[in-house]
């Protein structure tokens, strides 16, 4: 078993507060659930309204898949969300 896990550091920068910001997270996180069925959470900066850490994790049976499908996901929030992406850290762990 493999798992793909990505962290990826977004700026909010239209957020006023962190309820815009929440708002634009939780959309957000919703839309990767439903079109990559994968686990993902706001894992860093809660506190600050203009700038969001993402965690992402998919599981999978081939490690050329799970890089894909992180991938994908990176390309994705880069193009579809009300957010920049400043930064994003990929990693493999092998079960």
Known sequence: MVLGTLTITL???????????RHVVRSLTA?????FNASVAEVGDQDLWQSAVIGV???SSDARHADEMCQKILRFVDGNADALVTGSRFELVHV
Do not use: I, M, N, Y
Request: aromatic share 0%.
């Open 11 to 21: 700026q909010v920068p239209d957020s006023g507060s962190l309820k815009e910001k």
């Open 31 to 35: 839309k990767l659930r439903q079109t």
């Open 57 to 59: 994790v998919c599981v």
